[in-house]
Nanobody, 126 residues
Framework: EVRLVESGGGSVQSGGSLRLSCVVS????????MGWFRRAPGAPGNEREG??????????TYGASVKGRATISLDITRNTLYLEMNSLRVEDTGMYYC?????????????????WGQGTQVTVSS
């Protein structure tokens, strides 16, 4: 069973930074894309925005709203995925989810990801 467990959320001042972690267990496929999505407060339906993803070829791609402010990395020795963001804005507020899928491709939409963590809340205040 694949499990993704996030940690590191909390309240941050605008302009600050954060680091989220996601411990991955039970994942055995050789190909993967692992990354982060987020859901803003009041977002309609199941709408979730792609933050970024890293794949098993080592390619990392980011969503337009965080590009230049976010860094995703994967520590295989610790089975842990990280998201670091700086210059945080109030609009970065939301529930952040660690995600994974067993194939390589562009960041794509939320429904392309098979595995999800429970989420960790990030609140950015002005």
């Amino acid at each position: 069973e694949v499990r993704l467990v996030e940690s590191g959320g909390g309240s941050v001042q605008s302009g600050g930074s954060l680091r989220l972690s996601c411990v991955v267990s039970g994942y055995t496929a050789k190909s993967y894309s692992m990354g982060w999505f987020r859901r803003a407060p009041g977002a309609p339906g199941n709408e979730r925005e792609g933050v970024g993803v890293v794949d098993s070829d080592g390619l990392t791609t980011y969503g337009a709203s965080v590009k230049g402010r976010a860094t995703i990395s994967l520590d295989i020795t610790r089975n842990t995925l990280y998201l670091e963001m700086n210059s945080l804005r109030v609009e970065d507020t939301g529930m952040y989810y660690c995600v994974a899928r067993p194939w390589i491709g562009p960041l794509g939409a939320w429904y392309e990801y098979n595995y999800w963590g429970q989420g960790t809340q990030v609140t950015v205040s002005s």
